[in-house]
């Protein structure tokens, strides 16, 4: 083999190893994402449709609502919902580990009747005062007397 040809095979062969090198580097310590928290609202029938749109005064109404953590690190949760402004129901949904969802039925019950009365949910993470999203997820109800 003349000098050139071992040079090239001895420079195939590094850049095989440097390669294989990094591709098991990426492999092992995967980028991590932006951190947020998923936080939804379904109708009772676990649907993003159908929600409520008239209910009765004095009824108990159900919502389910979900949270999933990709903060990449263990965050507390409490969820809380207000109608028309006034606090109707909490929910303490606990501690979720990166990557665990959480389901959970919620209710509350309309204090007054009234036409397109705002419903806001609202999710707090790590015990904070301050709300966890800037605007709340948000339904309007019609609410009927009996």
């Known amino acids: 083999m003349s000098k050139l040809n071992k040079a090239l095979s001895i420079f195939l062969i590094v850049a095989i190893v440097a390669t294989l090198g990094f591709i098991i580097y990426m492999a092992a310590t995967p980028k991590k994402g932006e951190k947020f928290t998923e936080f939804y609202i379904l109708s009772a029938e676990g649907k993003a449709q159908n929600y409520p749109k008239q209910v009765i005064w004095g009824?108990?109404?159900?919502?389910?609502?979900?949270?999933?953590?990709?903060?990449?690190?263990?965050?507390?949760?409490?969820?809380?919902?207000?109608?028309?402004?006034?606090?109707?129901?909490?929910?303490?949904?606990?501690?979720?580990?990166?990557?665990?969802?959480?389901?959970?039925?919620?209710?509350?019950?309309p204090q007054?009747?009234?036409?397109?009365q705002r419903i806001d949910f609202y999710l707090y993470k790590n015990g904070e005062d301050v709300p966890y999203l800037k605007e709340p997820l948000r339904l309007y109800i019609d609410v009927i007397s009996p």
Do not use: C, M
């Open 59 to 109: 009824e108990p109404v159900d919502i389910l609502i979900g949270v999933v953590n990709h903060e990449y690190q263990p965050a507390s949760y409490q969820a809380k919902i207000k109608v028309g402004g006034i606090e109707a129901s909490e929910v303490n949904i606990g501690t979720l580990a990166n990557g665990e969802k959480w389901e959970g039925k919620i209710s509350f019950t």
């Open 112 to 116: 007054f009747a009234g036409e397109r």
